[in-house]
């Protein structure tokens, strides 16, 4: 994401305005480098913008970290970084959300335990004193859906606010709303990937939980 446009020429990417979604740059006759209206939402007349560009003309490795950016990316330059003279593959929010997919994913695996259930494998990442309450008083979901809720609020007020007002926000600012959004995206598939009633040989009893709580099976069904 950083490395291909600093190792690119100077100058080889321009400034990009595409959709999300869809290839846009893929060669020159793409929808990105058309002749679009100035000041729409999407898309702009790329000739004033530093020209076409096409990443299918690009070696592999440069092609494929920018048409995963084109298919995922409005790829808009004013909310976008550039590194030696080359727009970045990805906008400066979706550079925040990456880097917190990466950072939920490695924390999970360094925390994280398999306690069978998404919800009580996704709440190991706390430590089982500080939840115990949870348990006592079974509010493990409520629990997981309140944090998901809040990790996912800044991006959504951020980018909210901007679709639907004259706000702009910073490129900054988008770096770290995106993060928390993209942290909880890596922790919640984390847990979903780690919870394996199989470790357990499908015996519920075998799982430690705080509070020394019990998971039993009733009817393909986990309860305590």
């Known amino acids: 994401m950083f490395l291909v446009p600093f190792l690119m020429p100077e100058g080889s990417v321009p400034e990009l305005s595409g959709r999300a979604n869809t290839f846009d740059y893929y060669n020159e006759d793409s929808w990105g480098n058309q002749e679009h209206r100035e000041g729409s939402k999407i898309g702009h007349n790329q000739s004033a913008h530093g020209g076409t560009f096409a990443w299918s003309e690009l070696n592999p490795y440069y092609a494929f ?43 999970f695996s360094r925390k994280g335990l398999n306690r069978w259930t998404i919800r009580d494998t996704f709440l190991t990442l706390f430590p089982d004193d500080r939840i115990t309450p949870l348990y006592t008083n079974d509010r493990r979901l409520m629990a997981m859906f309140t ?61 430690q939980l705080p509070a020394g709580a019990v998971l039993r099976t009733h009817d393909n069904t986990e309860s305590e």
């Not at 970045?88 to 939920?104: E, H, K, N, S, T």
Request: with cysteine; hydrophobic share 45%; net charge neutral.
């Open 147 to 207: 944090i998901g809720i809040l990790f996912c609020l800044p991006v959504v007020l951020d980018g909210g606010i901007q679709a639907i007002s004259n706000y702009e926000s910073v490129n900054p600012l988008r770096v770290m709303t995106g993060i928390p959004f993209g942290f909880i995206i890596g922790w919640y598939f984390s847990a979903s990937l780690s919870s394996r009633p199989d470790r357990f040989g499908l015996d519920a009893g075998l799982v």
């Open 65 to 107: 970290v920018y048409a995963f950016g084109d298919l995922n990316c409005h790829q808009k330059f004013e909310r976008s970084w550039a590194i030696n003279g080359n727009q970045m593959p990805v906008c400066a929010r979706d550079v925040g959300i990456f880097f917190g997919l990466a950072l939920g994913g490695w924390w």
